[in-house]
């Protein structure tokens, strides 16, 4: 992040104090200002987004990849400022890179990586963050084949350590499906990407953007086999 004061801002939505909509909308405004220089580009529009998202993602399973956005010109055009087109909150997954998978490059893309793609509070801020603050128009909650925080989930294992807690961050969509037939992982792996967005929505910050036209939220699921990401909301 750019901004060192940017705790400043932590009377909005998720931190916990109540304001008023007109004075929430003040306080991004008022934060974008200073995060944003005069030269930054004109931000796409959230459908342009998606297509330039999926557009790479085929170049990707096509192998024939542009590495766009990876020269030492690139480096220092964003070295001082950065516009990310696109926000993924997805998998910690080794398997599962988002600039590789989507053929993007430095400054493209603002990851939150979490196993299990799990919409807990930091990253829910840092989405936040990247949305209100970044004029990132799109974000996507990409869920991947055979992911193994669903897998824990769905077989309820007894982990050490921390490792439960995401598990437990899952486990709501597992009691959905407990009673069916068929591969509960996959199901799970789908539902959990629903499950994560509706809570996404609950951000007041996010919220606003979404009725305003000015983000889309999107589902997709990443097949390990064929490098393919489907759209699933």
């Given at each position: 992040m750019e901004r060192r004061d940017f705790l400043k801002w932590g009377a909005?939505?998720?931190f916990g104090l109540v304001v008023t909509a007109g004075d929430l909308l003040w306080q991004i405004e008022q934060v974008q200002a200073a995060e944003l220089p005069p030269t930054a580009p004109v931000s796409l529009d959230p459908d342009a987004a998606l297509q330039k998202l999926m557009a790479g993602n085929q170049r990707f399973v096509k192998h024939q990849p542009q590495y766009p956005d990876q020269t030492q010109a690139r480096l220092q055009e964003v070295a001082q400022a950065q516009h990310p087109f696109a926000t993924i909150l997805s998998c910690a997954d080794s398997r599962v890179p988002a600039e590789i998978i989507f053929d993007q490059g430095i400054g493209d893309i603002f990851d939150v990586r979490i196993a299990g793609n799990i919409a807990i509070p930091e990253a829910i801020g840092s989405?936040?963050?990247a949305v209100a603050l970044?004029?990132?128009?799109?974000?996507?909650?990409?869920?991947?084949?055979?992911?193994g925080a669903v897998t824990a989930a769905v077989q309820n294992e007894v982990l050490p350590g921390d490792i439960s807690t995401f598990v437990k961050a899952i486990k709501p969509v597992v009691q959905k499906f407990k009673e069916q037939s068929g591969d509960m992982v996959d199901k799970v792996?789908?539902?959990?990407?629903?499950y994560q967005i509706e809570r996404l929505k609950r951000s007041p910050l996010l919220s606003e953007r979404l009725q305003s036209g000015k983000l889309k939220i999107v589902g997709g699921r990443y097949d390990l086999d064929t490098g393919s990401v489907g759209i699933i909301t």
């Open positions: 909005i939505g998720g989405i936040e963050y970044l004029n990132t128009p799109l974000l996507m909650v990409l869920g991947h084949e055979r992911c792996v789908v539902a959990n990407v629903h």
